[in-house]
């Protein structure tokens, strides 16, 4: 006999600032599929938190089907390091009129083992368009940093001249009149031990419109060189690429004891003109 399909709904969480970060957690057949799976991992986890509505509904669209089945990254637990903590993964592939959720996987955990999850076309579409157009979530410097982040990945020239690659575009609800622009040199390293360095660049955002602040800070990131507006924020072996250590590394992390790194004042000398 044949089952019934699944039916899909994408819940945005966005609790107050402070509190924890705005997540889109999937709800399956009435039920939250995050909070059904977390206990899997007995005692203390994995507790999977949703992943961030800017990359999950954001113009990369990972959950639309494509013509081959692709991996999309759900969920992360614990500290963020998939091979520590966890992070849960599921392939999206389209069956005909179906679209289907199988291949799960957690770095972190090799006996997940989740069920195939099968939606008709139309429902799992329309449920994610609904997710895709409610921005209630979203604040001004998001919307700048999710404008910002689709116009320099179109720029891979300007970035591959300067053997730099995008690593992030950050932002928080707790500083919303700034976001973070993070670099990678050289290109190519992330999976490996040679030396790189983590260059970061802090931008002020205003009440202004959105795309327009947008464009401004693509004009002004990509006239030239961005290694020589911006900070070193991180680094491995920096000397070995000729750049001391940063007296104050990577902001977005902690410190050697433990503390929290503080943020980057606005006015120093990473700043774009205004516009």
């Given at each position: 006999m044949a089952t019934e399909p699944d039916i899909l709904s994408l819940s945005i969480i966005c609790p107050p600032p402070g509190e924890?970060?705005?997540e889109?957690?999937?709800?399956?057949?009435?039920?939250?599929?995050l909070a059904d799976i977390s206990p899997r991992g007995g005692e203390g986890g994995p507790w999977y938190v949703g992943g961030s509505p800017r990359r999950l509904l954001g113009p990369a669209r990972p959950l639309h089907t494509t013509a081959t089945p692709h991996e999309v990254l759900l969920a992360r637990s614990g500290c963020g390091l998939e091979c520590c903590?966890?992070?849960?993964y599921v392939t999206v592939r389209c069956d005909e009129e179906h679209v289907v959720w199988a291949g799960w996987r957690d770095p972190a955990n090799q006996d997940l083992g989740l069920p195939e999850l099968r939606f008709t076309a139309g429902q799992y579409e329309a449920a994610v368009l609904r997710a895709e157009e409610d921005r209630s979530w979203e604040w001004p410097a998001g919307t700048v940093a999710t404008l910002l982040e689709a116009?320099?990945?179109d720029r891979e020239d300007w970035l591959v001249r300067w053997d730099c690659e995008l690593?992030?575009?950050?932002?928080?609800?707790e500083e919303p009149d700034r976001i973070h622009l993070v670099l990678r040199h050289p290109r190519n390293r992330a999976d490996t031990d040679l030396p790189w360095i983590q260059f970061g660049t802090t931008l002020p955002i205003s009440a202004d419109d959105p795309s327009?602040?947008?464009?401004?800070?693509?004009a002004w990131l990509t006239v030239g060189d961005p290694r020589?507006?911006?900070?070193?924020?991180?680094?491995?072996q920096p000397e070995e690429l000729g750049y001391p250590w940063p007296a104050e590394p990577l902001f977005m992390g902690t410190a050697g004891r433990g503390e929290v790194r503080p943020l980057p004042p606005l006015g120093t000398h990473s700043q774009p003109p205004s516009p």
């Open positions: 924890g970060g705005v889109v957690r999937p709800i399956v057949n009435g039920r939250d599929l903590c966890g992070a849960l116009g320099l990945r690593e992030a575009v950050w932002t928080s609800r327009d602040q947008a464009e401004h800070l693509e020589a507006t911006a900070e070193v924020w991180g680094a491995s």
